[in-house]
């Protein structure tokens, strides 16, 4: 048999029966005193026969037992139906049909566990369900009041320049139970205990004992109160955390419901404007960095300027390193998301960093102090590993698996020559797109690649591509097998037959035969200084001209 849900501030059977309207009825409760703390939540009054058909539950239900019936088995069965309808208690006037109630209902009713009432003064029904409606909508006042309180100081606290910590904590009091704040798929972000009573408990320890082994996709515990922070976006952004309260001290009732989901409606605004002000902040810094890497920051004047932005370097050498989306990966999150993530990845790499983001060019500038004792390619190691990781908390995503970002490191200087090694930086994270997989590139190393794409829109440089590899192309595009990855592997091992055979997976004598085809193909002899470079650069520019 359902139970109607508890409802605190709400009137309960014991309630409605010392009200006057009830109580001028001499009412004498026949079964299950021990139930009357059910909560009503509305008043019926009626006599058809079909009456408990029109129930939800947790109603108090009135009759003179008309519709009861007048067969025992219709009497039961109508109590039977009361019962499954979850509704509060069932109160009997007697008088014409009945002069006390007959055995076979009272027994059916302490059978199901129905609160059964007969009153043995007639009252007019219309008066007790005013009365009874009455104190339900005051006590649903009450709590409405009680939970606009809460409402109010949580906001209260963040004019003052409070945050995700205090509003917990106002409302872990209100509940005088711990309260955590946990992302959509279930990881704890704050947590917060009522700090009072004779053993206040470790919120952390009951988040691994009643939430942290659960699922996000599971149900809470029983009698746990959680509630969406909304995120304000569609899909998956329309949840931006969850507000989870647990009954540890206590229970959980509905005020408490009600306080939660108004202290969520501020956590929505609180965390909403962290990533904005994530974003502003983030965004500053990439337009300093921009700034100082296109020369509108003289070189004297940017340390006093990145002091202010928090990056104090000393005297150590500036590492350049910029990280640059491709264009096919399609952040999941915003710029805000992609920013704290760098921030928080970057946190653990051991050096002062100044990392910002310029939307618009698609990429993350930043600086490191490079500490004595640490080399500029363990640094960059560590920065192109925290980076990649950042860009994957992002959501960051790219179509056939590969990389989403491309990282480029530029040489290691002071103030004076910082700028133009961001600048450079830039360039080649540019120029590098389509390059192989690696964890970051070397700014030095791509300079060739970085001229070619300069020329990237010269008619020239196009006709250089077609004289050089023009053939080649033609062939691969009607006939099997292709010939230029032979090309490719065969150039970037430097004319190492057999290194260029194991990377195709052919077998000696079939790289020969088809080196001698492109050969024939192109006119010219792959063993040739000069007609390799020629290809190796027709190579690189095409991937800017095609």
């Known amino acids: 048999m359902p139970e109607p849900e508890e409802t605190e501030g709400g009137i309960t059977v014991r309630r409605a029966l010392e009200l006057p309207g009830l109580r001028g009825g001499l009412p004498e409760v026949l079964t299950c005193a021990d139930r009357l703390e059910r909560t009503v939540r509305w008043v019926h009054a009626g006599e058809a026969p079909n009456i408990p058909a029109l129930l939800k539950g947790g109603e108090l239900l009135l009759t003179t037992g008309l519709g009861l019936g007048s067969r025992p088995a219709d009497q039961r069965a109508f109590v039977r139906k009361l019962a499954d309808r979850g509704i509060a208690a069932l109160v009997v006037e007697l008088g014409p049909r009945f002069d006390r109630l007959p055995a076979v209902i009272v027994e059916a009713a302490r059978a199901v566990g129905l609160p059964l009432v007969q ?7 219309v008066a007790v369900t005013e009365e009874i409606h009455t104190e339900i909508v005051n006590g649903h006042y009450t709590l409405l009041r009680r939970a606009e309180e809460v409402h109010r100081r949580c906001t209260r606290a963040v004019l003052g320049g409070g945050g995700v910590p205090q509003v917990l904590g106002i409302l872990a009091d209100f509940a005088a139970n711990p309260v955590f704040l946990e992302t959509p798929d279930g ?43 909304p995120g304000g976006g569609l899909g998956a952004a329309s949840v931006r955390a969850r507000l989870v309260l647990l009954p540890v001290s206590g229970p959980l009732v509905t005020v408490h419901r009600m306080a939660a989901e108004r202290a969520a409606g501020i956590l929505a605004v609180v965390l909403m404007q962290a990533r ?134 530029g040489a290691a200087g002071g103030w004076a020559a910082v700028g133009s090694g961001l600048r450079h930086a830039a360039e080649a994270a540019t120029a590098a797109q389509g390059l192989g997989e690696r964890p970051w590139y070397d700014a030095r190393r791509l300079d060739i690649d970085l001229l070619l794409w300069r020329l990237r829109d010269d008619p020239d440089l196009e006709a250089f591509v077609d004289r050089a590899i023009g053939p080649l192309l033609a062939h691969d595009r009607t006939s099997r097998p292709a010939l230029l990855p032979t090309l490719e592997a065969y150039l970037a091992h430097a004319g190492r ?50």
């Not at 990845?345 to 698609?362: I, K, T, W």
């Open 276 to 409: 904005q002000e994530d974003e502003v902040a983030a965004r500053g810094r990439g337009d300093f960095l921009t700034d100082l890497a296109e020369g509108r920051i003289a070189p004297a004047d940017a340390p006093a300027q990145a002091g202010v932005l928090g990056f104090r370097p000393g005297e150590d050498p500036l590492l350049p390193v910029v990280m640059r989306l491709v264009p096919e990966s399609a952040p999941s999150g915003s710029w805000a998301l992609l920013a704290r993530a760098v921030a928080e990845e970057l946190a653990a790499v051991g050096a002062p960093v100044l990392a910002g983001v310029r939307p618009v060019e698609g990429r993350v500038p930043l600086l490191l102090a490079l500490r004595q004792g640490t080399t500029r390619t363990a640094l960059a190691d560590r920065v192109a590993a925290a980076l990649r990781a950042a860009a994957g908390r992002a959501g960051l995503e790219r179509a056939g698996g590969r990389a989403p970002v491309v990282v480029v490191v």
């Open 187 to 229: 990881r704890l972000l704050f947590a917060a205990g009522t700090g009072t009573g004779p053993a206040p408990v470790d919120p952390l320890q009951v988040w691994e004992g009643l939430r942290g082994a659960r699922s996000a996709r599971e149900a809470p515990p029983a009698g746990a109160v959680l509630v969406e922070v």
């Open 497 to 546: 037959k057999a290194e260029a055979a194991r990377e195709l997976h052919l077998n000696r004598q079939t790289l020969y035969n088809r080196l001698a085809r492109i050969g024939e193909l192109l006119g010219t002899d792959l063993d040739d200084p000069g007609s390799v470079l020629a290809l190796s650069l027709a190579l690189r520019a095409r991937r800017h001209t095609r």
């Open 119 to 125: 009153l043995h003064r007639e009252v007019p029904f």
